[in-house]
């Protein structure tokens, strides 16, 4: 039996579970305790910006952003968005139906973890992040009252062309970065086979 031929049959062999996967269990709580801390300080500092200015009655959503920085280029701004919809600020309407079904991704998400052999750290590692983004989002859906969820970073610029970027959070990069790195990371698994097959 060669190398590949034996590694392949232990990891086939590996019984399904969730020990001995740190690099999925260690990252997503400090990412979440990140996300949910930034989202209350800088939503808090917003709120006493807007009641010194003398606009707090104004909704969130549409009180003026605080710029960080502004290039001719870039600009960079904390606002405090609602989004009772999903990425994009699409289905703004369908809340309930869309919490429903991030409830059900984590569970999805836990099954992957679940028979993911603990020798693919990457893949354990980007659904780490996907489900610290995940939980992050969903605190947003359960305890705000509208159930949106609190987006304060804005970037908007002039270079190539005039974009504006949809507001977000740090749930949502960490949602986005573990996609595509799942993304990555399945489609060179996908690969593999085929340069065997090859060679």
């Not at 009180?63 to 989004?83: I, K, Q, Y």
């Not at 703004?92 to 052999?117: D, E, H, K, M």
């Not at 893949?123 to 605190?139: D, E, Q, R, S, T």
């Not at 960490?174 to 085929?194: E, H, N, Q, S, Y």
Request: aromatic letters at 14%.
């Amino acid at each position: 039996m060669s190398a590949d031929a034996g590694g392949s049959a232990a990891v086939a062999s590996e019984p399904r579970g969730f020990g001995g996967k740190g690099w999925f269990w260690w990252p997503w709580p400090p990412l979440v305790v990140a996300d949910l801390w930034s989202k209350s300080a800088v939503f808090a500092a917003m709120q006493a910006r807007a009641e010194a200015g003398g606009y707090a009655h104004l909704p969130e959503g549409q009180r003026p952003g605080d710029l960080v920085f502004a290039t001719d280029a870039l600009r960079f701004e904390l606002v405090t968005w609602g989004n009772t919809g999903t990425i994009w600020g699409l289905g703004q309407s369908a809340t309930v139906p869309l919490i429903v079904l991030r409830c059900a991704a984590v569970v999805g998400l836990f099954w992957f973890v679940r028979n993911t052999p603990r020798a693919q750290r990457l893949h354990l590692l980007v659904l780490g992040l996907i489900l610290a983004g995940a939980i992050g989002n969903l605190y947003d859906n359960f305890v705000r009252a509208d159930r949106s969820v609190r987006d304060f970073l804005h970037f908007t610029g002039a270079w190539p062309f005039a974009w504006d970027f949809p507001a977000f959070n740090v749930a949502d990069a960490c949602i986005t970065v573990g996609a595509v790195g799942l993304f990555v990371l399945l489609w060179r698994d996908d690969r593999k086979p085929k340069a065997a097959q090859v060679s």
